[in-house]
């Protein structure tokens, strides 16, 4: 505490300390004001005396006590509240100037009256005056505005963690849909480099299967060419019965052998269609 708020506090604390000094001493002449307050004081608050003259000495040891804490002691704002409490019934009681016919008397009750109004809003004044410390007030709100800018930052924070995320998220999405579509891509590649591969190779076992279909037809011609020279040799030979045996046995030969080279050059050209078109197929399914 500075001197100056002491020197304050002691010069407000001053008539406190020696009225009360003085109610102690000689309570007799405040106990007839007292008197009308006393009862009703008492009623309410059982732990007070109801007797006047007690109620005196008592509001006088009130006044002494709090004046010396407003002073020295370490309570000083409690003891400004204490000793503002105490005027309240002091005042209703000496100084009710509206019940007052004397005018002289009147004027002095009013202005004590007000004097001591004035010394409780002087009292109000020191019990907030926390001698430049942060006032309980300032301190619950100060911590309410740290609580609320922690919650603020965290909520900021949480925001910023769940957009990150969120934005992970997103670029993941696009990478899984790129990966895919370049695998679709690439399979399509591949299916169409396949596709191209197994028309290359159907039409190479086409060609296959033309050549071996034009060698048998051939072998088939040149089969019947045979025929028909050995019935022309038999046909020739066929004035002698011994010959004419022979021919026609030769011609049955002929022609069995014709029939024969027909037959395997038919087979043959079937069994390379077949080849063929196991070869396709394959080829289409891989």
């Given at each position: 505490m500075t001197l100056a708020r002491r020197a304050a506090r002691a010069a407000l604390a001053a008539s406190f300390i020696s009225g009360g000094l003085d109610q102690l001493r000689n309570p007799q002449p405040k106990v007839g004001p007292a008197s009308p307050i006393a009862k009703p004081i008492a009623d309410r608050v059982p732990q007070l005396p109801n007797d006047p003259e007690s109620l005196v000495k008592l509001d006088g040891a009130i006044k002494v006590v709090g004046g010396l804490g407003l002073v020295f002691g370490p309570f000083a704002r409690p003891a400004a509240l204490l000793l503002a409490g105490s005027l309240v019934p002091t005042t209703l009681a000496a100084h009710r100037f509206w019940e007052t016919t004397d005018p002289d008397q009147k004027v002095s009750d009013r202005v004590e009256f007000f004097k001591n109004v004035s010394l409780v809003g002087g009292l109000l004044i020191a019990a907030l005056d926390t001698g430049g410390r942060p006032s309980v007030p300032y301190v619950a709100g100060k911590a309410l505005k740290?609580?609320?800018?922690?919650?603020?930052?965290?909520?900021?924070?949480?925001?910023?963690?769940?957009?990150?995320?969120?934005?992970?998220?997103?670029?993941?999405?696009?990478?899984?849909?790129?990966?895919?579509?370049?695998?679709?891509?690439?399979?399509?590649?591949?299916?169409?480099?396949?596709?191209?591969?197994?028309?290359?190779?159907?039409?190479?076992?086409?060609?296959?299967?033309?050549?071996?279909?034009?060698?048998?037809?051939?072998?088939?011609?040149?089969?019947?060419?045979?025929?028909?020279?050995?019935?022309?040799?038999?046909?020739?030979?066929?004035?002698?019965?011994?010959?004419?045996?022979?021919?026609?046995?030769?011609?049955?030969?002929?022609?069995?052998?014709?029939?024969?080279?027909?037959?395997?050059?038919?087979?043959?050209?079937?069994?390379?269609?077949?080849?063929?078109?196991?070869?396709?197929?394959?080829?289409?399914?891989?």
């Open positions: 740290g609580v609320g800018h922690a919650v603020g930052d965290t909520a900021d924070s949480v925001g910023d963690t769940v957009s990150g995320a969120a934005g992970a998220l997103a670029g993941a999405a696009t990478a899984v849909g790129g990966a895919v579509a370049s695998g679709a891509g690439a399979v399509a590649h591949s299916a169409g480099k396949v596709s191209r591969r197994s028309r290359k190779k159907s039409a190479k076992a086409a060609k296959r299967a033309e050549a071996l279909r034009l060698v048998a037809a051939a072998q088939a011609a040149k089969a019947a060419k045979g025929s028909a020279k050995a019935a022309k040799r038999a046909k020739a030979n066929a004035d002698s019965s011994g010959a004419a045996a022979k021919a026609k046995a030769a011609a049955l030969t002929a022609a069995a052998a014709t029939k024969g080279a027909a037959v395997s050059a038919g087979t043959a050209a079937r069994e390379g269609a077949v080849a063929t078109k196991e070869k396709v197929g394959a080829a289409v399914a891989r």
